[in-house]
């Protein structure tokens, strides 16, 4: 049996390792048009402070590391021109001397990967000091660029993943930073009020943000100097990076009749085989599937690359690994922030027709005597079956930890409930007795069977349209003085009791405090009193004052 594969990084060689370790007789060969093969793309940011110390770190393994402990030929710098599906067969371009020759297969695999998405006014700009940051040759020559040129300022399209992580090294660099996005956030994956909180600490860290802004025009020859965005605004540096994010490579695959799934990657099933037989697809190039409710998705993440790498190999040689679909899960370092998701964002879930019940929880990483630092939770679930459906955290300390437990959760099929019941190591120096998870699991379930909640995006709708209501702050009253939602009465919970008399139960009310936990005692408070209807401020006037400071801005 010979192995074609056509795709040398994360995906491609993952395949060629297990159908190795499964396979001692089978010929394996993989093609790549690029030097490098087999590199850790995520770590080319980390390069431009010292974090990673070069290039070559991110590449730790070359042909003939694969060739001597896997038998596996890997042939870089050769381009696979084309398929014929019907003689089995590739044609593979050498381009280092130009010679073309012919590859047979018995099966074959994209691991073909992406191309950049790049914005229509960029696609012909060659200029020196545009780039785009994919591969280890392009982090080369940012580099080389930074060292032989004066650099003293940049700006950076896009707000991805790639563009903040950019955007942090080279502020770290002491070079002016400037974001631009065409869309009202960045991190167009997480919802907005969370994006919100990310684009604070954009503008704390002394980067330029500007949202809702198209490039029209670029001025500049063989060196970009200006880019004119929408409504005149001219933006100069000394130079630019375009994030804008990347599509799945499938022009091969689709030419011999490849199916391609809705989010326009290649369609494969839990093998990892494509429509047609004994042809695979794996990385980025292939569409994924949500392991909540086995919708497609695409995200193209090294983690799905070398997962989905080993499933196809051990697949096509007679193994049983199956592809369990994603969750998506992912985590960005921001100078001072974490920020993670995994599952359905509340945006994505409702899209999918979902029936959701939102939970803010803010708490602190470790108990407040040992730790001032906080972390904000926020957290999706199915009003119908109580199941968690996305969490997305952001935070100081400790959201690493708390993302893989919610992940770990979500692949069980967990429900609220269940994140209450997790048995999570306890110790001062380490969490709180009631980890931010189990409390997030017991304030969810909480809201799914009694006590409502209602979200600042709500309550701005409901003061803004007159609704009638009796909006009580259980806060102190230093705290109230200091910052209230207007037409707010401050009964502190410690007071409450006593000011029953006061309060209508028959009309809806809403209490709040700074981030749900002392409402959420005065809510019960009222419902065990014989108030029809009680809501609780998710996530409390912290929460509220940001969405509407964010509105007023």
């Given amino acids: 049996m010979k192995i074609v594969i056509i795709g040398g990084v994360a995906a491609g060689t993952s395949v060629a390792a297990k159908a190795r370790r499964n396979d001692e007789q089978a010929e394996i060969v993989i093609f790549d048009k690029d030097t490098d093969i087999s590199y850790a793309v995520c770590g080319i940011p980390y390069v431009f402070t010292g974090e990673v110390e070069n ?54 695999v994209f691991a073909t990967g992406t191309y950049f998405n790049t914005p229509e006014v960029f696609q012909n700009v060659q200029a020196k000091n545009v780039f785009s940051v994919k591969d280890i040759t392009s982090g080369k020559n940012i580099m080389n660029y930074l060292e032989q040129e004066e650099a003293n300022s940049v700006v950076i399209i896009g707000g991805g993943f790639v563009g903040l992580e950019m955007a942090e090294q080279l502020k770290k660099r002491g070079i002016a930073t400037s974001i631009v996005v065409p869309h009202n956030q960045v991190m167009s994956t997480f919802d907005e009020d969370l994006a919100l909180r990310i684009e604070d600490e954009i503008t704390r860290q002394g980067i330029w943000l500007i949202k809702n802004s198209e490039i029209v025009e670029i001025q500049g020859d063989k060196r970009v100097k200006t880019l004119v965005l929408e409504g005149d605004q001219e933006l100069s540096a000394d130079f630019f990076i375009v994030a804008t994010g990347v599509k799945p490579l499938v022009t091969l695959a689709e030419k011999i009749g490849v199916k391609l799934g809705e989010t326009g990657a290649i369609q494969v099933n839990s093998s990892m085989e494509t429509n047609l037989e004994n042809v695979y697809a794996t990385g980025d190039v292939a569409e994924k599937f949500s392991r909540i409710n086995g919708k497609p998705l695409w995200l193209p993440l090294a983690t799905h690359a070398n997962k989905e790498g080993r499933i196809a190999g051990d697949a096509m040689t007679g193994g049983s690994s199956r592809n369990q679909g994603i969750l998506g899960t992912s985590i960005l370092r921001f100078f001072d922030l974490t920020i993670g998701q995994t599952g359905l964002s509340e945006k994505m879930a409702k899209k999918q027709g979902y029936d959701v019940e939102i939970l803010y929880n803010q708490k602190n990483d470790r108990p407040n005597y040992i730790s001032d630092k906080k972390i904000l939770i926020k957290a999706v679930a199915d009003r119908k079956t109580h199941q968690l459906l996305g969490v997305q955290i952001i935070g100081n300390a400790g959201v690493d930890k708390r993302l893989d437990v919610f992940a770990t959760a979500l692949s069980f099929g967990a429900k609220a ?133 964010h509105m007023d801005g």
């Fill in 55 to 108: 290039f070559d770190e991110l590449s730790p393994r070359d042909t003939t590391f694969f060739k001597e402990k896997y038998n596996v030929d890997i042939f870089t710098r050769h381009e696979v021109l084309d398929v014929s599906y019907q003689e089995k067969k590739i044609i593979v371009k050498n381009l280092k001397n130009d010679e073309i020759f012919e590859e047979h297969f018995d099966k074959l």
């Fill in 417 to 549: 409930e269940d994140l209450f019941q997790l048995d999570l190591a306890y110790s001062p120096v380490y969490s709180t007795t009631k980890d931010p998870v189990n409390y997030t699991g017991m304030a969810l379930t909480n809201a799914l069977s009694r006590g409502k909640m209602i979200t600042p995006a709500k309550l701005l709708s409901w003061l803004e349209a007159g609704e009638e209501l009796q909006l009580i702050d259980a806060r102190p009253l230093q705290e109230y003085a200091e910052n209230h939602i207007e037409g707010a009465k401050n009964i502190p919970l410690k007071e409450l009791r006593t000011h029953l008399q006061g309060l209508d139960k028959e009309k809806r009310v809403v209490v709040y405090c700074n981030t749900g936990v002392t409402a959420n005692a005065a809510q019960n408070i009222l419902l065990n009193e014989g108030f029809k209807e009680v809501y609780n401020l998710n996530g409390g006037n912290v929460n509220y004052q940001m969405m509407r400071n």
